[in-house]
C-alpha cells in the first residue's frame, strides 16, 4: 500500500481549537478531524496547510510549527499525518467542505467522535491543552 503524505493544522484561537466533521459522503464520514490534506509534488508541509485551509476553509494561517506526526494504516490505506500549529492570520473559518466546524476547548476533545488517525495523534500528544494555550511540548 502506498503512504499518503498529509497535513492537519491545530488552529487555535483564545484558548479553543478548531475541529470540522468530514461530509457524510467522504471516507471517515461525520466524523471530526482537524482540517488539512494531502501534500502535492513540490510542496511542503507548510505550504500545504495553508493552502488547504484556504481552499476548505477561506482563511490564512500563519504556521507557527510541526507539533508532531504518525503513521496511520487504515484498511485501504496508509497516511503519513503531520501536523502543524496554526493561528488564523486573516479571515474566519466558513464552511466551505465540511459538514460542521465547532471551536471547542482542548479539554473538549474526548466529546467528539475523531477520525482514528486524528484520534491517535490526540492519544500521542497527551499534552494538547499546554500546546494549544501556548505551551511546549
Request: charged share 30%; net charge negative.
Amino acid at each position: 500500500m502506498k503512504t499518503l503524505e498529509v497535513t492537519a493544522a491545530i488552529i487555535r484561537d483564545n484558548g479553543k481549537i478548531l475541529i470540522c466533521q468530514r461530509p457524510a459522503d467522504k471516507n471517515c464520514g461525520l466524523l471530526w478531524e482537524f482540517p488539512g490534506g494531502k501534500i502535492e509534488a513540490g510542496e511542503t508541509g507548510e505550504q500545504c496547510i495553508v493552502r488547504e485551509c484556504q481552499e476548505e476553509l477561506g482563511v490564512t494561517l500563519s504556521v507557527e510549527r510541526e507539533l508532531t506526526d504518525i503513521t496511520y494504516e487504515y484498511p485501504d490505506r496508509i497516511v503519513h499525518l503531520h501536523f502543524f500549529l496554526c493561528n488564523i492570520a486573516e479571515g474566519a473559518p466558513e464552511k466551505k467542505e465540511h459538514n460542521a466546524l465547532a471551536w471547542i476547548a482542548p479539554d473538549e476533545v474526548d466529546q467528539y467522535d475523531f477520525c482514528p488517525a486524528d484520534k491517535e495523534m490526540l492519544r500521542k500528544t497527551n499534552h494538547i491543552k499546554e500546546v494549544t494555550q501556548g505551551g511546549e511540548y
